[in-house]
């Protein structure tokens, strides 16, 4: 799943997701983590999560939060993709398993989601 206010960094992630068939399946797109957990409710077979921090309605904080606090999700990888480096402690220690800084580096974000999904 990709939670990205930004329609455009949507579009790149999906663009970039889709060359890689062997390693991403469907994705899911939501713009906000509010959005993101309504989504999780009629998919919960989501296997990792790819989220941006600063996005209106509910933001990658208060959605790691929520989140976090089911049992039943502490097994999801959630990978932060994110301009504001200051926030990295802050995300991980909320429950996030990496962080990406954006401008994104396919390669990057290939590895990093064959790291936390064939290696859980």
Known sequence: MIVDDDFINRKLIQA???RHPELIGETLEAENGSEALSLLKKHPDVDLILLDILMPVLDGKEFLKIFRSEPKNSQIPVIILSTDDTQKSTVLNLGAEDFI???INEDQLIDR????TQNL
């Open 16 to 18: 970039l997701l889709k």
């Open 101 to 103: 800084l954006k401008p």
């Open 113 to 116: 989601i064959r790291y936390w």
